[in-house]
């Protein structure tokens, strides 16, 4: 595996840059746009399900927090490095980082369309929600792509400024809401039973999908194997604080026949006990949340990119890194080639759909990597610096692996319903594939590549 240094990428990402990194991707789009999705199948128990999500990610980021702090976390590339370094040969490794890059740039294109339908309100009746959707979204995307092309430290610049920004739109959300709840609204708290509850669990998994984007850039970050594994932990417990209060204010002022039809739940709940105006704060807040979801995300395929390039498993020209800007440009290129040509195409769901699915599955093995680690590479595992003890590590990869795989039964399950229940045509012309037909299709193309390689 190369180092860092030998990549060409610079290392200007401060602490202040790698916790807007981490709480932009966290406290982001999913926050802001899944709330009302969840509620109709679990009603206001969505708070408990970020507590239960809450525990098998922060249990899921030990394993990061235990590579991040070994040499492995001055690389670019996450777990692509773990994985290899448990998993000998690579393929493993490349898959994961393939079904990672696939779900990165239908993200992409979705944060640019979901960043769209929240700035034309703005623009007080001057843009058209249906004809300007499509141009608005491109110039979202092209806004955020063109700095990341001008070097890494731009990107951390307007993270951390949008994050500053984001924290007080919330604070305006949240303080004055808490003097606002109806406790009737918590009833029924469990709208659609128990397995209402785990569905709810899938799509809510949202807001957390993505919270290990910083690992990517940890060839970036200033002393990174003591700084990132910190941010991990503390921001994935922040998170949780955060999203179970939000929550609390959401479905505690916001009647449920209201927050069902609801776009925007977190601005229409601002709209109903702020003064006249004053809501555009917190819709300012949510146009920063997605903002800073895709600035973050942007960084990912890039940096997976480079790191594949430099062991062999990409095309060497695919990972190359600008020496002017420390940039790898003509990875961020193709990436933002190819969500231009989904958004244009209107095509999002054939990478979109595999997104949460992928990424669950890469967590899953991502653990079953920091079980293995002792055995298979205890020359690594002594050079583990984070405080974080042997038995808590595998306590926590076991909750990590268990937890997350009932969200893949859940998945499976309601994936097989839906293929026993429509046909492939009637799937086709909705493009309502499943995640479990978009991942064999993606895994057998990733497959075809590897072999080639």
């Not at 990672?100 to 369309?113: D, E, S, T, V």
């Not at 400024?161 to 004055?176: E, K, T």
């Not at 231009?340 to 195409?345: A, D, F, H």
């Amino acid at each position: 595996m190369s180092d860092a240094s030998a990549t060409g990428l610079r290392r200007d990402l401060g602490r202040a840059a790698a916790w807007a990194a981490l709480l932009g991707t966290l406290v982001g789009a999913g926050i802001f746009r899944v709330t009302s999705d969840s509620w109709q199948l679990t009603g206001p128990s969505v708070m408990l399900g970020h507590v239960v999500l809450g525990i098998p990610v922060l249990a899921t980021s030990v394993a990061y927090a235990v590579f991040l702090s070994t040499p492995l976390g001055r690389l670019p590339g996450g777990e692509v490095n773990h994985l290899r370094a448990v998993f000998p040969g690579g393929r493993l490794a490349f898959l994961g980082a393939w079904l990672k890059i696939i779900a990165y740039l239908g993200a992409f294109a979705f944060l640019a369309q979901v960043l769209a339908d929240h700035v034309i309100p703005l623009a007080f009746g001057a843009l058209d929600p249906e004809e300007d959707r499509l141009w608005v979204a491109l110039v979202c995307l092209t806004i955020f792509y063109i700095p990341h092309l001008a070097g890494v430290r731009w990107f951390g610049r307007s993270q951390v400024l949008m994050c500053v920004l984001l924290a007080m739109a919330i604070a305006v959300l949240v303080l004055p809401g808490l003097f606002h709840i109806d406790p009737a609204n918590y009833r029924p708290f469990f709208r659609g039973g128990t397995w209402g509850f785990l569905e709810s669990l899938v799509p809510l998994f949202f807001a957390w999908a993505g919270f290990e984007s910083l690992a990517q850039a940890a060839g970036e970050v200033k002393n990174s194997t003591k700084e990132v594994p910190r941010i991990f932990l503390r921001g994935v417990v922040l998170t949780i604080a955060l999203y179970v209060v939000m929550s609390l204010v959401t479905f505690g002022v916001l009647p449920g026949g209201a927050l069902e039809q609801s776009a925007t739940p977190m601005v229409d709940v601002a709209a109903s006990y702020l003064p006249g105006g004053a809501e555009h704060i917190v819709t300012a807040g949510a146009v920063l949340a997605i903002a800073t979801s895709l600035n973050a995300s942007l960084l990912v395929p890039s940096r997976l990119c480079v790191q594949l390039s430099a062991d062999g498993l990409l095309p060497g020209w695919l990972g190359r890194v600008s020496p002017a800007t420390g940039t790898p440009v003509l990875a961020l290129t193709a990436g933002y080639a190819v969500a231009v040509l989904l958004l244009v195409t209107g095509q999002l769901s054939l990478a979109l759909n595999i997104a949460i699915f992928a990424l669950i599955l890469l967590y899953i093995a991502h653990s079953s990597a920091l079980l293995m680690l002792p055995k298979r590479r205890p020359d690594l595992e002594a050079e583990v610096t984070v405080a974080i003890g042997p038995r808590t590590r595998v306590a926590a990869a076991l909750v990590s692996i268990a937890s997350l795989s009932v969200l893949v039964v859940v998945q499976v399950v309601g994936d097989v319903r839906a293929i026993a229940g429509e046909s492939l045509s009637a799937r086709a012309s909705s493009g309502g594939f499943t995640a479990l037909e978009l991942g064999a299709f993606w895994l057998l193309i990733g497959a075809a590549l590897m072999k080639r390689r």
